[in-house]
């Protein structure tokens, strides 16, 4: 069972493109969860989530994806304050000209309160018999088709433009990192993304691009199905 | 019966009349009090622990309590506040001596540049030597600890050349410095963070010369890049957590570090226009309270005594009466909203003292 937010799509995608052998796509069910009445997304209640997890057998496997997403919330688009984290030894040099740099242990508290504050996870994982595994957001988009997106604001056409791609990957790589800490408490594995994924860099490779700005596509979602598949099998995950 | 001066002193003026006869919560020593704060006035603190209650009252009091350095918007208030954003008007931290205020503004703008290299945590981690407790978890590498620095300098240049009042608690006249150049720290290398080499530190008891020096060069400072800037004295009534004086008992070189600050805040206010005192210390310590103004350790202010403070501070400077005294007022409204209480003294707990590291073993 698959449950999670809308990164959960580009493994729905996957499935009904699926060709070749697999695992046949009815023992594989996908659930983007309703999170409120708030949300006008998703097609699985929080409640029939529950029930269907509590279903599941001690052999099956429950991956997740509902943590993690804050890095796009707050960073894909320049804030009007421009901020970003301060370059590490491992990191790309950042332009911190005219950002103020926000320390990593704030932004870790900030990313690890916000997964804190996200129940429904642990209310899931907490019921599941089986091994839970859970997957972040896919790292993000090293460039765009356009400087930003318009949206209307309180009735106000507004352009918001990107934030700096190193900017971007530094947030979300903090986020996972923070995640995988998190996780590990709650005795729920990890799933880092495939490498084959990844630029040099640690962008998402562009074969694995969806139309949007952060979400993947259903090669990518076949890349993670293969591995969930080998995870029920007890064979090790592709590189 | 013969006439003398003490006639025609007013009952601020006796002992009895203003202080032993006196309902405890009703005794001001403030006398007069010249400066005038309006709820647009930009007030900024600076100091000791104790400094950190008069920001928290200033903040809760509907005046405009200055932060220059509030931390990025997107990161949540709690978190921030857990970061020490807004404890103080910058991400300073304590600052305990004259000479570590006088050594701030020179920092600031690039009139001295400290040799002390970043101290590295033997899990890589590094500290501002100048603010090791600043930043919980510490920087995660030298680079960001620098970054930080620089904008944490650039919002004090800003909250300097912009506040109205600025609130100096001057809190000790202990302290360590470098031995190359007189860097000063807030806490001794090797507490907080730092390894102790009596090589390269070496400890300073100011003496009120001393004192007057460093708060005299920090003023003149503050007035070329501020001129109406106006400046409010205290002294921390909190007593040292440790004494480093050779052969020195802690409640001696208390009392010596206490008396030593308050003759020198004296003599600043007598000489240079712009500096107002406030009697802090004297409300925490009086014998009019038997005490009652510290916690069990002796030590830490009860909320009640900074109440007091508080209190008689929005009276003299911003004109804000109350029909009863700020003490009587929070008992009487304590039994209707516990939550109020509790929530008070959560925040008496988030006064956190880099000092009490020196007790820590």
Known sequence: MIVGNSHTRMIKAALATRAGPGMPAGDVEVCWLNLGAKSHFGDTSREDAMTKVRSLEVSDLLVMSLIGTLHNLIGLFEHESPFSLAMTTNDPPETSAGRQIIPRNVMSEVFKDYAERTPVFKQLAGAARCLVVHFCPPPPKEGFAGSGKSRIVDGVAVQLEYAPKYSRLALWKLEEQVVANYLSGLNVHHYPVPLIAATPEGFLSPAYHANDATHANAAFGELLLQDFERMLHGLPRSP | MAD??????????????????????????????????????????????????????????????????????????????????????????????????????????????????????????????????????????????????????????????????????????????????????????????????????????????????????????????????????????????????????????????????????????????????????????????????????????????????????????????????????????????????????????EVECDEVALDAG
């Open chain 2, 4 to 349: 003398h001066p003490y006639r025609a002193l007013p009952p601020k003026a006796f002992w009895r009349k203003s202080v032993a006869g006196v309902v405890m919560a009703e005794v001001d020593p403030v006398g007069v009090f010249k400066l005038r704060i309006q709820p647009e006035t930009r007030v900024a603190t600076a100091g000791s622990c104790f400094a950190q209650h008069i920001a928290r009252h200033l903040k809760t009091s509907g005046f405009r309590y200055y932060v220059a350095e509030e931390g990025h918007p997107i990161v949540p208030q709690a978190i921030r506040d857990k970061h020490n954003y807004g404890a103080f008007s910058a991400r300073y931290g304590n600052i305990y001596t004259a000479r570590q205020l006088r050594q701030l503004m020179e920092r600031a703008y690039g009139r001295f540049i400290p040799a002390e290299a970043p101290w590295i945590e033997p899990d890589g981690t590094v500290r501002d030597p100048f603010r090791p407790t600043v930043q919980p978890g510490n920087f995660v590498s030298v680079a960001e600890m620098e970054i930080d620095r620089q904008q944490h300098l650039a919002a004090v240049r800003a909250m300097f050349e912009t506040l109205d009042v600025f609130v100096f608690t001057l809190g000790l006249t202990e302290c360590w410095k470098a031995r190359a150049d007189g860097a000063v720290f807030p806490l001794c290398p090797g507490v907080e963070g730092g390894v102790f080499d009596a090589s390269r530190y070496v400890f300073e008891n100011q003496e009120v010369t001393a004192v007057v020096a460093d708060m005299g060069a920090f003023l003149e400072a503050l007035r070329l890049v501020n001129p109406l800037a106006q400046v409010i004295l205290t002294v921390s009534p909190v007593p040292l957590m440790a004494t480093a004086a050779p052969e020195g008992h802690v409640l001696s070189q208390t009392i010596y570090s206490k008396s030593v600050l308050r003759v020198a805040a004296q003599m600043i206010c007598d000489t240079v226009p712009g500096v107002h005192y406030f009697p802090s210390y004297e409300i925490i310590t009086g014998a009019f309270n038997r005490g009652r103004y510290f916690a069990e350790d002796l030590r830490n202010v009860t909320e009640e005594g900074v109440a007091h403070v508080m209190g008689l501070f929005l009276s003299h400077a911003a004109g804000i009466m109350s029909a009863t005294p700020p003490a009587a007022r929070r008992t009487s409204q304590a039994e209707e909203a516990t939550d109020a209480f509790a929530r008070h003294a959560a925040e008496f707990v």
